[in-house]
């Protein structure tokens, strides 16, 4: 085993040795789909609008804004010059919250709804130089974990006859599936082996629909399960330390 370990590092050290490590990290925004979430907010807000067009309620909620764009972060490394091999992580955050009171009668009926999902993605990462130092295309591949963490507090009158009820409580739904993404950076030297950047990118992850415990999600209540779909682009700024080997 020490004889066959010796002679992979004597086969990969000329090329390692003498080739580049690359570290970048950066920030970036992404627009995603979450087409099933999306229509359980659309039916969050229809309710809204249905009590407070009554006559005999006052005080206001805030509409849901729609899970679209959300907010990340990532750290990659790769090794080689011209085409390079490495790893990378990505974290995504979005996030939807309304909060408020319905006065009725007298009697004050407050309600609250959050929701927020987080991603998270390990991949192994292949970039090609297409100009050395300033543009370059990548492609990766690997797992991703997504959490949604829900909270509603929507408790009305039961005669009130609102064409849609929220489910009450906490939950954090749990899924995981294979993603993948193509992007392209492009950098700006400022120093020996510091650079700044831009850097796009579109990445699939439709990771199915998440559970807890045994409990799928199913928020609209229509027994199909809304699926998390983490599908869409990406835009982002970064910043890249580059060391001979």
């Keep these: 085993m020490v004889k066959k370990t010796a002679l992979v590092v004597l086969l990969l050290s000329p090329w390692v040795l003498g080739a580049t490590l690359t570290v970048d990290s950066g920030a ?39 899970l679209r764009n959300g907010v990340g972060l990532a750290l990659g490394e790769v090794v080689g010059d011209g085409i390079a091999f490495g790893a990378r992580a990505a974290l995504g955050s979005w996030e939807s919250a309304t909060e408020g009171t319905w006065t009725s009668e007298g009697v004050e009926y407050p309600v609250s709804l959050s929701l ?27 797992w991703g974990m997504a959490n949604l963490d829900y909270s509603c507090s929507f408790a009305l009158p039961t005669d009130w006859a609102i064409p849609f009820q929220p489910p009450p409580g906490k939950t954090v739904f749990r899924a995981a599936g294979p993603v993948g993404e193509v992007s392209a ?24 629909v998440p559970k807890a415990g045994d409990t799928p999600l199913d928020l609209d209540g229509d027994s199909e399960g809304e699926k998390l779909e983490l599908t869409g682009l990406w835009l982002g700024i970064c910043v890249k330390l580059a060391f001979a080997l």
Aim: hydrophobic share 50%; net charge negative.
């Design 28 to 66: 970036h925004l992404s627009l995603v789909s979450l087409t099933d979430l999306n229509e359980f907010v659309s039916l969050v807000n229809q309710t809204i609008v249905f009590v407070e067009s009554q006559p005999n309620v006052e005080g206001a909620v805030p509409p849901l804004a729609l």
């Design 116 to 142: 927020r999902v987080e991603l998270l993605a390990v991949e192994g990462q292949l970039r090609f130089a297409v100009v050395p130092g300033l543009l370059s295309l990548g492609m990766a591949v690997g």
């Design 185 to 208: 950076q492009v950098s700006l030297p400022v120093a020996s082996g510091l650079s700044f950047g831009v850097e796009a990118g579109f990445r699939l992850a439709d990771l199915g």
